[in-house]
């Protein structure tokens, strides 16, 4: 699986946006880019992924470049709910396949 | 989306002891499921992939014999420390994706173990 570096952590004022970014610039064709979040404790939650085009749900927007070398998270509106550790990954999209987790950015949202 | 549990939550034991982790994919069926270790201020290292009816493929330097993974159902994987060490203390998180067109893998709670 292609490697990722994520800043080590970032700030972010409650109600603005956090944008999260992420170098994976030796993706391959077949990677999708994955988040997952991991808030103290607990095991590592899901928000989104995605292989070419932008995505976006109820947690969050993924902005992937056109070359695939680099990725934004997007939290439009950042709670105190949000501060968490944020993993990028990539990896194919294959059930068997694992996921290989790096240092993650440690985001922390200030009132 | 899917959820996955883990039970116990937290466990405490002697050392020399074995403590088994259940990990349960609770609205899904997992033909794979993964366990993670993370130590403090750590990232999660992967233990091995756990296949639905067969052995258990596991990571370089994770001992087989002392990380016992039995995987017999398609919403059932457990992990059983056997003869714990307090340098097992670590938190134990296992993962399972639904496959068929579903591949997003998603974590349990985890499981703190603390060896005394």
């Known amino acids: 699986d292609a490697k990722t570096t994520q800043p080590t952590s970032m700030d972010c004022a409650e109600g603005r946006a956090a944008n999260l970014p992420c170098n994976h610039s030796?993706?391959?064709?077949?990677?999708?880019v994955y988040w997952y979040r991991q808030i103290h404790s607990q095991g590592p939650q899901y928000i989104i992924h995605g292989l070419k085009n932008n995505e976006t749900n109820e947690m969050a927007s993924l902005i992937i470049t056109e070359d695939r070398k680099s990725s934004t998270l997007i939290l439009p509106h950042a709670t105190l709910r949000d501060t968490a550790v944020y993993y990028c990954i990539v990896s194919l999209y294959n059930a068997g396949n694992m996921l290989t987790f790096g240092g993650g950015t440690r985001l922390m949202v200030k009132p | 989306g899917a959820v996955v549990s883990q039970h116990p939550s937290r466990v405490i034991c002697k050392s020399g002891t074995s403590v088994k982790i259940e990990c349960r994919s609770l609205?899904?069926?997992?033909?794979?499921m993964f366990w993670y270790r993370q130590f403090p201020k750590q990232s999660l290292m992967l233990m091995a992939t756990s296949n639905e009816g067969s052995k258990a493929t596991y990571e370089q330097g994770v001992e087989k014999d002392k990380f016992l993974i039995n995987h017999a159902s398609l919403t059932l994987s457990t992990l059983t420390v056997t003869s714990a060490h307090p340098e097992d203390s670590s938190f134990y998180i296992c993962s399972a994706s639904q496959g068929g067109g579903s591949e997003t893998q998603y974590f349990g709670p985890g499981t703190r173990l603390l060896v005394l």
């Open positions: 030796t993706i391959s064709g077949n990677e999708y």
């Open positions: 609205d899904f069926q997992a033909t794979t």
